[in-house]
């Protein structure tokens, strides 16, 4: 999978692109977990470009919760496709992570970081 | 009539599935977020038999049918693997799972949160998976 990044000031942005399955969302979880073991514990996940997800998908972002909790650090997810969007709502996951409105600032945030 | 798929159990497969999933939804004329639902609970089905039954034996298969009998749509999974009970599955507690920092045990919950019946029958030698959600009894074919 194609994982574009940005190096904010505060945080780093993730521009995965595909479909995160069983199959394809080993290289996120691997990539994120680069991150925080690197101590990078604020981080954006935009994802704009990602058709599809499965349970494997959102494991990969709930897997990281705890340890960025731990850390003080934060995960915000943004641009999330109706599709994308749905398997988080349907297990309530939205409740738990923080999801970005359309059209908001990434930078606010991640500003007291 | 009875549409089917027959893989192997290799991950790589899934994306097959789900296209064949969504192409036969289609003549069924199933499309949008129902097609997208029903697709999202088959794989989980699916990547269920290939991870933990066939430990993505390369050389295993499983099989995949869809129809239809009057308001429900039926796929079925067809898999000689050891029987997984996804019908007497109690959903994981979503809290326990973040807390364990685990990333399985999501996939159980999607699937009984979107089909309607869920049933495991034991033939002779395999399994088969039976997964079926209600639509407009009024959808022409």
């Given amino acids: 999978m194609e994982i574009k990044e940005e190096i904010k000031q505060a945080y780093i942005s993730l521009f995965p692109c595909g479909e995160l399955d069983a199959n394809s969302s080993i290289d996120l979880d691997e990539r994120i977990a680069e991150l925080i073991e690197k101590g990078q514990y604020n981080i954006h996940v935009n994802l704009e470009d990602v058709t599809y997800i499965s349970s494997a998908g959102l494991g990969v972002f709930i897997s990281h919760l705890d340890i960025l909790n731990t850390h003080n650090g934060k995960m915000v997810l943004s641009n999330l496709t109706e599709s994308v969007e749905y398997a988080f709502n349907l297990l309530g996951l939205n409740q738990l992570i923080t999801i970005a409105k359309e059209g908001e600032e990434i930078d606010l945030y991640f500003e007291n970081e | ?141």
């Fill in chain 2, 1 to 141: 009539m009875k549409a089917y798929l027959k893989v192997r159990c290799n991950k790589e497969f899934l994306a097959t599935i789900r296209e064949f999933m969504k192409d036969r939804l289609k003549d069924l004329q199933v499309s949008g977020q129902l097609s997208n639902q029903i697709v999202l609970a088959v794989d989980e089905a699916c990547a269920n038999c290939m991870i933990h039954q066939h430990q993505c034996d390369n050389y295993s298969t499983i099989e995949v049918s869809i129809y239809r009998e009057e308001g429900t749509l039926y796929t079925e999974i067809k898999d000689t693997g050891k029987a997984f009970p996804i019908d007497e599955y109690e959903p994981n507690q979503i809290e326990e799972i973040v807390k364990a920092r685990r990333k399985g045990g999501l996939g159980i919950n999607l699937i009984h949160h979107i089909m309607d019946e869920i049933q495991v029958e034991e033939k002779r030698d395999y399994y088969v998976y039976r997964l079926g959600k209600r639509i407009d009894p009024n959808l022409r074919l």
